[in-house]
């Protein structure tokens, strides 16, 4: 059967890296049968842009930023509607995403060979590193991709071959159609970050999620407005503290990721000055795991509202 690949983006105002993306399409090595854009910002130069690609699909303007998790949920189900039973897979890319040639033909023939629902590439940094990484289950191979920041190296030790994981970041994921129809879209409760970490958790619980060294995909964010100690940012990171809590210690999909909870504080209390960094950590804690709920429900999106608050 013929596979039948729409790509799905949220973004919010990045016309310049929406592009880039685009534009790299066109040499991944396999036909892009579509492109869904939700557009959460409603900015007239993203519209143009995805209509200089030339990419069939739609780019969905949002009247308001409904987030990354809640943008890919959106753009997820317009294209089951838009190729209904002709869709195999849709591969779900981050706007500041950068896709290397040929790398959408060997994922879907690792994911063939492998008998997987779930493929993402070896990422890339702008420099060409080893940038994020997936949490592989072969415990050497993951010490080894932590460690290194070359991916040639990796490969010279590890090997070229598919490699099983668990959770996946959401640069570059390519998933089925049978995955998606099983186990749904993104959620949209998440507000922002760690939704790609519930997703492909959800789908690993359920089928087989691979990293395949041969693809490569390279993530280039635009530069970071405010610095590391901007308000904005540490209310994200807040989030995502809840966020994890709430995936690790209340779904039973996410308690894979339950072990790396302290990691995770240590590394806040680390970024961020203790006074504040306790409190509002203690609430991330109990707002995830006590009363069980993602940064973006209602009543319990204390982090989200600050952060609207802010920026008014």
Partial sequence: MKNCVAVVVATYRRAPELARLLDSLKTCGAEIDGVIVTDNGNDPATKKVFEQSGFPGCCLPQ???????????????????????????????????????????????????????????MVLNEKGGIGNYPGLLDAEKFRAIREMTDPAEFVARCGSEPVTFSWAPGIALLVSRRAIDELGFHRDDFWVRGEDLEFSLRITHRFKGIMVPAANVRHVPPPATGGASGRGEYLKHCA?????????????????????????????????????????????????????????????????????????
Avoid at 81 to 92: A, P, Q
């Fill in 240 to 312: 995502m503290l809840q966020n994890l809590c709430y995936t690790g210690l209340r779904l039973a999909h996410g308690r894979r990721i339950a072990r790396t909870l302290p990691g995770n504080f240590r590394r806040f209390f680390k970024t961020w000055p203790w006074g504040p960094a306790l409190e509002d950590a203690a609430r991330a804690a109990w707002f995830g795991a006590a009363a069980g709920s993602p940064a973006g429900i209602e009543g319990r999106d204390w982090f989200k509202r600050a952060f609207e608050e802010m920026q008014s």
């Fill in 63 to 121: 009247a308001e930023n409904a987030g990354c998790g809640a943008g890919l949920k959106i753009a997820e189900k317009a294209a089951l509607d838009h190729f209904r039973n002709g869709l195999t897979h849709v591969w779900i890319l981050d706007d500041d995403a950068v896709v290397l040639p040929g790398a959408l033909d060997v994922l879907l023939g690792a994911m063939q060979t492998e008998n997987a629902d779930a493929a993402c590439p």
